[in-house]
């Protein structure tokens, strides 16, 4: 029979307040950007002059607030692989769990850390080939509209 660790109810709680706030957040945004569509349109359209740099401004903007959640999601996996790793434990020791978790030991622990690592890089990339077609479109949109 393998150790169990047990649930921690204040963590459950800190990630559903977590979730919560999250969600609110992503719902503010999109309503501000509801309500102030028509005046940033209004905005970029404005000055002909300006509006390709004006278009990459709010392009870089949008990448940023679209990939500054996935970049800070893809470093606490990366840091969770690391301790899973050096620890030949998962959970690792320290760490707290939201239900009632098997222990895994050794092997099959470096293997689950080593996937936190490589999911990790995967959502680095992803943000990184946002990035690109984001300033690619900004790029796009700029050569256009002059």
């Not at 660790?5 to 307040?17: C, G």
């Not at 620890?87 to 936190?116: E, K, N, S």
């Amino acid at each position: 029979m393998s150790e169990l660790q047990r649930a921690d109810p204040a963590v459950r709680r800190q990630l559903t307040w977590l979730v919560i706030v999250g969600t609110l957040a992503g719902l503010l945004l999109i309503l501000g950007f509801q309500r102030y569509r028509a005046s940033l349109r209004e905005w970029i359209g404005s000055d002909p002059r300006h509006a390709a740099d004006r278009i990459t401004l709010a392009l870089v903007i949008l990448a940023v607030l679209l990939s500054a959640p996935v970049l800070a999601f893809a470093v606490y996996l990366w840091t969770y692989g690391a301790a899973i790793l050096r620890a030949q434990q998962c959970p690792p020791p320290g760490y707290r769990v939201i239900r009632d978790t098997p222990v895994l030991m050794g092997r099959t622990a470096r293997v689950r850390g080593h996937v936190f690592r490589v999911l990790a890089v995967c959502l680095g990339a992803v943000s990184l080939v946002l990035w690109c077609l984001l300033w690619r479109l900004a790029r796009m949109l700029a050569a256009g509209s002059s």
